[in-house]
């Protein structure tokens, strides 16, 4: 049958073979229109643009192929049917089907070089592939059917309704918009084109992937809950940002996201390419599983940030930065990257964590709280910016790598820094329980440290080495660990809880003193170096004896002190209280002043000027003096042994002297001055010069030197005893020793007679 011509049927037409023509192929190329059915059951061709009309609610339906390079329009209130391939042998100009019931595409192929526009619900039959070469595709209702559907449309493929096949494919030439609230597959859906949401829509697959391999833009919200993996390979809000995203499956994230509201990837999420999520107004991004992949993931959220599980545990991701208006929340265990990691917000911990960096730094560039411990491993530098624990106190802080803390650290338990620790701020570390707070290695920067612990405090290394700290306070805690050579400050240092060496150590202050105001302990050399005062309140060696003491600066003791070695003073020292120096000897290089009852129980040398202002002052070992002892305001000097006096030793009016059960107890005269100016042997005579206030008597002693040619304090008196009378000041006697010097070698001092 040929029509080539407007028609107008009332009736039903049904053409058959009876009506075909003689190579069975009914050629169409006008207008038929009918208020029945129109029904073709032999091969179409187009001759011309063919419109089909059925006024009533008939079937319009093509029961075998339809090809011809021309158009097709139908219109009908009833179903429009297509049982065969359209446009496969010679592709329809254009396609346009419109009706009140449903187009049925039953054949595997719909090719038109024009638009396709289907104006009613359509449902598949049978796998189907649909393809303009110069035109787009428009499914202006619903699309639903078990089999696979295929748009190829070189311009806009449009789904105004929804749709529900079993998988979905759009080439990659045009656009895809999307109009209805939702595309369901119950296996994949693979948009190859830019897409454009018209509407919120919802993307489900009951058992396979989406994936959108170009660009997706539009004000709604987009929601994909896949079964597979839901693929972002083009950027996401590029051009018209989303209103939100929410991926329920796993996601693989290709290109950057941006969103005006919320992003929720609640399955695992792996990163394809570096990757930066946005959202513009006060939305969070909300990343409830895992995060995989090695490549850079920026977020800049107008809210917040959440992280529900560990990031980078399977494969570490190269960089980390975060910034948010709101807070970012981290509840996994671990973030890892290989490269840095950047906090531009405050951090809030939802259980222990663990930030590692195999090749970077990690940076917390604002606050850092919650109940929970926090670990850091990084080569690079960790700083913190701001305060950590100060609104919800950390439970434990440890960090791997140097550290630049530049705000309060606070944890109920321990802080480790394993690393060099710089200072940019002043900065106060404070643990509220049992917690240790130990810097295991090198503490640099010119600002104040203060450090509050609950348990003990440890310095690992130098401290102020390269860059000396401003001031050093620690707290009454549970002591003071110092395993370091150095420490150096700018100002003061304060040490209020006791202190234990476990190395020898320098303490230096260029601009202030130096307190310990509790016991110092440690089988090591103490030296103190400070522009102002040192202070001991405590008892220094009590229950670990120090190798040794060396005060550079002026000293104020008002404990004991005890060191298995020297102990030297060389600036100005005041002891009080119930105070005993014990050594193998003490240097007072400068003045020193006493006062109470206070015990040197060592060897003493004296080269400065002691005042004794009131009390006692009992020297329990060798004295020499060469310079000034003095008493003053009733005070007492005890000697208890040998004085080598070649300085001033006096008692002025209402002081005494004693010399306590020793016979040869110096060479001092009691409430006088006694001044030995030179004892030498010249022949077999011996050279006195001294200056005495007369009326005592003194007598000569000798001794051999010991075999090592030290010193020694084994004196005996000559003999015969040689007796020198106290005479006027500054007389020179020389006395014949005779065979008391027939040894070319000997020591000599003079003695006070009793």
Same mark, same amino acid.
């Given at each position: ?41 032999? $091969? ?31 219109? #009908? ?12 042998? @010679? ?9 009140? !019931? ?23 039959? $049978? ?5 303009? =070469? ?7 209702? =619903? ?60 993307? &489900? ?20 809950? &896949? ?45 394809? *390419? ?8 006060? +939305? ?13 993931? #920026? ?39 290989? !490269? ?19 090749? *970077? ?18 080569? !690079?530098?960790?700083?913190? @910016? ?127 003193? /130096? ?37 550079? !600066? ?44 206070? &015990? ?9 000027? /002691? ?17 000034? /002892?003095?008493? @003053?305001?009733? $005070? ?24 306590? +059960? ?10 006088? +001055? ?29 001794? $051999? ?10 004196? +005996? ?38």
């Amino acid at each position: 049958m040929n029509v080539k011509n407007n028609v107008t049927v009332i009736a039903i037409l049904i053409f058959s073979a009876l009506t075909r023509n003689a190579a069975g192929v009914i050629q169409l190329g006008g207008t038929i229109t009918t208020n029945g059915d129109l029904i073709y059951n032999d $091969a179409v061709v187009l001759t011309n643009n063919t419109t089909l009309v059925s006024t009533g609610s008939g079937m319009i339906a093509f029961n075998s192929t339809v090809n011809g390079a021309y158009s097709l329009a139908i219109n #009908t209130a009833g179903s429009i049917v297509f049982n065969g391939t359209v446009g496969g042998a @010679n592709a329809l100009s254009q396609l346009t089907a419109t009706g009140g !019931g449903t187009i049925w595409i039953n054949g595997s192929m719909l090719k038109t070089t024009g638009s396709q526009a289907y104006n009613s619900a359509g449902v598949l039959g $049978a796998d189907a592939a649909l393809t303009s =070469t110069n035109s787009g595709i428009s499914f202006n209702s =619903t699309v639903s059917g078990d089999y696979v559907l295929t748009v190829n449309a070189h311009a806009t493929t449009v789904f105004g309704g929804s749709v529900s096949v079993a998988n979905l494919a759009t080439d990659p030439a045009g656009t895809t918009q999307i109009g209805g609230s939702t595309m369901t597959t119950t296996g994949s859906q693979t948009y190859n084109d830019a897409v454009v949401l018209g509407a919120d829509v919802a993307f &489900a697959s009951s058992s396979g992937d989406v994936s959108f391999n170009s660009t997706v833009n539009g004000t709604y919200s987009m929601t994909v809950n &896949a079964v597979g993996t839901t693929t972002f390979h083009g950027a996401m809000g590029g051009v018209n940002a989303l209103d939100s995203l929410a991926v329920a499956g796993a996601a693989q994230i290709y290109s950057n996201i941006v969103t005006i509201g919320s992003q929720a990837y609640n399955s695992a999420v792996v990163l394809g *390419a570096d990757v930066t999520l946005t959202t513009v107004s006060f +939305s969070d991004i909300l990343f409830n599983s895992t995060v995989n992949g090695a490549h850079a993931l #920026t977020i800049n959220s107008g809210d917040g940030v959440v992280f529900g599980d560990a990031v980078g545990g399977v494969n570490a991701l190269s960089s980390i930065t975060a910034a948010a208006l709101g807070t970012i929340r981290i509840q996994g265990a671990t973030i890892a990257t290989t !490269g840095s990691q950047a906090y531009n917000t405050a951090v809030v911990l939802g259980r222990d964590v663990a930030l590692n960096s195999t090749g *970077a730094g990690i940076a917390l560039n604002s606050t850092v709280n919650g109940t929970y411990s926090l670990a850091v491993n990084a080569p !690079g530098a960790t700083v913190f @910016n701001g305060a950590v624990g100060g609104v919800n106190v950390l439970k434990s802080l440890a960090v791997a790598g140097t550290a630049q803390i530049d705000g309060a650290i606070t944890t109920t338990g321990s802080q480790t820094y394993n690393a060099a620790a710089v200072l940019g701020a002043n900065v106060t570390l404070t643990s509220t329980a049992t917690g240790n707070i130990a810097l295991n290695s090198t503490v640099n920067g010119a600002h104040s440290l203060a450090i509050n612990a609950a348990g003990a405090i440890v310095f690992g290394d130098v401290v102020g080495g390269m860059n000396a700290l401003s001031n050093l306070t620690t707290d009454a805690g549970r002591g003071i660990d110092i395993n370091c050579s150095t420490i150096s400050t700018i100002g003061s240092q304060a040490y209020n809880d006791a202190v234990v060496l476990g190395a020898n150590v320098a303490f230096t202050s260029t601009g202030s003193g /130096i307190a310990f105001n509790s016991t110092v302990d440690g089988t090591y050399s103490l030296t103190v170096d400070a522009s102002g005062a040192t202070v001991f309140n405590g008892a220094v060696g009590g229950v670990n004896v120090l190798s040794s003491l060396a005060v550079a !600066g002026t000293a104020q003791i008002h404990g004991d002190i005890v060191t298995t070695g020297s102990q030297s003073y060389n600036n100005h020292v005041t002891l009080t209280g119930q105070t005993t120096l014990t050594a193998d000897q003490v240097d007072f290089s400068d003045s020193a002043a006493s006062s109470g009852s206070v &015990a040197i129980a060592a060897a003493l040398n004296n080269s400065g000027f /002691i005042a004794v202002n009131g009390g006692t002052l009992s020297f329990m070992d060798v004295v020499s003096n060469s310079a000034t /002892i003095r008493a @003053n305001n009733g $005070a007492v000097l005890n000697f208890g042994t040998n004085v080598f006096n070649s300085g001033v030793i006096d008692a002025l009016a209402g002081n005494a002297i004693l010399c306590g +059960s020793f016979s040869n107890c110096g060479t001092f005269v009691e409430a006088s +001055s006694f001044l030995t100016t030179e004892i030498s042997k010249v022949g077999n005579d011996i050279l006195l010069a001294w200056s005495t206030m007369g009326g005592h008597e003194y007598v000569l002693q000798a001794a $051999a030197p010991p075999s090592d040619g030290g010193w020694t304090n084994h004196f +005996s008196d000559v003999s015969p005893v040689i007796a020198i009378a106290g005479q006027s000041l500054g007389v020179t006697n020389y006395l014949d020793v005779g065979s008391a010097t027939n040894l070319h070698s000997r020591y000599y001092r003079i003695r006070l007679q009793l």
